[in-house]
């Protein structure tokens, strides 16, 4: 039998369960590190040995408190593996590999998966197709971009999670006005050409460089509109090797090659692009998919993300072989919505498709499967309506102030 390894897995918000339990059950330490705030959370205590809150959420973690910390705990507890279980955390987990000399992703590839601006700056040295794009640095970099590249553009946050803080643009002199009103944050932003189109997502695992298994799925509704507009957020895995199914996988194996990404878990996400019907890169994330993701792909594919990435780190520190359950290809999708109620009734919901309903306050959701594709988007159709109708409400969006 191998010799129990320990792992200190890093979480902003209550999330990864799966992962942590999975780590325990093949046998480890593990630790976890997370907010404060989040001490309430029902966290799987029974799989975790000790529990470390930080004050404050996101980037307001003190790095060097951090690292003290872990430094003290490995004191008297050999740390064989550092893991972050959110976008946010990835900054953390690399910043304490390099002090501490734990073998994983540095700060430089980390940059690849949480700094936008570092993304797209990669993905065209490695000629990956993405849309124009310029950073805030200089401003006559900025003027040429706005005087060659057609609006509509978009600012975006380099190192904000999904599509929050993001601000649509269609003319020079706004940009400017916002540009000049982010004072001394504008080069925390970037600058780049909005390209209309259908928004899709690959999620992936990754073992030696190889992608073992991957599954692409299409935005019914953009993390973009929901954010901007609100609304019901839903998606849903696309017909197996179809044109676009096979086109999205080579871009995405060109990605995770290109950054670096040797082993765990990944989402990354694409557009097609109306006008030309290219497949653009648009950003990447070393982590499991949120909203959910995880759950419509099992439904789909009978692969746990959240499971199996514990199970490749796991292998790895013990120095053996991964091997992937078997793989089913049936349809699955997921619609979630911001509830009005605290706990929503879904028991109307009831057709022989329903797999999954999401169990958050203020959150009405539901994940479909079939072995058809044209039943599951039916349903979502329909549920949606449904949920607009009676369930859902909309929230401005937080105005994003503090960047890393």
């Known amino acids: 039998m191998k010799k129990a390894k320990s792992f200190v897995c890093i979480s902003n918000y209550f999330k990864g369960t799966d992962f942590l339990i999975q780590l325990k059950k093949l046998g480890n330490t593990v630790y976890l590190v997370t907010s404060e705030n989040l001490k309430n959370k029902p966290w799987p205590h029974a799989f975790i040995d000790e529990i470390f809150y930080m004050q404050g959420q996101d980037t307001e973690w003190n790095l060097e408190h951090l690292l003290l910390g872990v430094g003290n705990l490995m004191k008297s507890n050999p740390i064989d593996a550092i893991v972050a279980l959110d976008d946010y955390d990835v900054e953390k987990a690399t910043y304490l590999r390099e002090n501490l000399r734990i073998d994983g992703m540095g700060q430089t590839?980390?940059?690849?998966?949480?700094?936008?601006?570092?993304?797209?700056?990669r993905a065209k040295s490695c000629g990956i197709p993405i849309p124009a794009f310029c950073s805030l640095f200089n401003d006559h970099d900025i003027?040429?971009?706005a005087d060659t590249v057609s609006p509509p553009w978009v600012l975006k946050p380099r190192s904000e999670a999904s599509s929050s803080g993001i601000i649509k643009v269609y003319d020079k002199e706004t940009l400017w006005i916002h540009i000049n009103e982010m004072g001394n944050n504008r080069?925390?932003?970037?600058?780049?050409?909005?390209?209309?189109?259908?928004?899709?997502?690959?999620d992936s695992l990754i073992v030696d460089r190889k992608i073992l298994f991957s599954l692409t799925s299409k935005y019914l509704a953009t993390p973009m509109e929901i954010s901007q507009a609100g609304g019901v957020f839903r998606t849903a895995n696309i017909t197996y090797n179809s044109e676009d199914d096979i086109e999205i996988k080579k871009v995405n194996e060109a990605v995770l090659k290109g950054f670096g990404l040797k082993n765990g878990a990944a989402h990354t996400e694409f557009i097609k692009c109306n006008e030309s019907?290219?497949?653009?890169?648009?950003?990447?994330?070393?982590?499991?998919?949120g909203a959910h993701i995880a759950e419509m792909v099992e439904a789909a594919s009978n692969i746990n993300l959240w499971k199996e990435w514990a199970t490749i780190e796991d292998v790895l520190v013990k120095n053996t072989e991964y091997n992937l359950p078997k793989v089913k290809k049936e349809y699955a999708g997921i619609v979630l919505s911001l509830s009005k109620f605290q706990h929503p009734d879904l028991s109307s919901f009831s057709d022989p498709e329903v797999c999954f309903r999401v169990p958050l306050d203020y959150h009405a959701g539901l994940i479909v499967k079939s072995d058809n594709n044209e039943r599951v988007l039916e349903l979502l159709n329909n549920y949606t309506n449904r949920l607009v109708s009676d369930y859902t409400v909309v929230v401005e969006q937080k105005k994003?102030?503090?960047l890393q």
């Open 187 to 202: 080069f925390k932003y970037l600058l780049e050409q909005f390209k209309p189109g259908a928004v899709y997502h690959c």
């Open 277 to 289: 019907g290219k497949i653009y890169f648009l950003e990447t994330s070393s982590r499991v998919g």
């Open 109 to 121: 590839t980390g940059r690849y998966f949480r700094d936008k601006l570092a993304m797209r700056m």
């Open 400 to 402: 994003v102030t503090n």
């Open 143 to 145: 003027n040429t971009f």
